[in-house]
């Protein structure tokens, strides 16, 4: 039976992992969503100057996309 809990504790410990590394990476892409919403903003009110005026909110978000992808618990426990 010991070996069974012990089991029974890497499973439940493994489940938690996962549950948080899930979480940061939704945290991460809703981080990524804010600045997208910024940027549209920006655009909208700067107008033709939206290229000089919001640069540092598209360098921002295009490296967000690249870095903060949501990843499933099949990638993670692989």
């Known amino acids: 039976m010991p070996v069974d809990e012990a089991r029974l504790a890497e499973l439940q410990r493994q489940l938690k992992q996962r549950d948080e590394i899930i ?25 033709v100057n939206h290229l000089e005026s919001c640069k540092h909110l598209a360098d921002r978000y295009i490296t ?15």
């Open 23 to 47: 979480r940061e990476s939704w945290v991460k892409t809703m981080e990524a969503r804010i600045v997208r919403d910024n940027l549209q903003k920006c655009y909208r009110i700067e107008g």
């Open 64 to 78: 967000m996309i690249k870095e903060n992808r949501v990843k499933g618990y099949k990638h993670i426990d692989v």
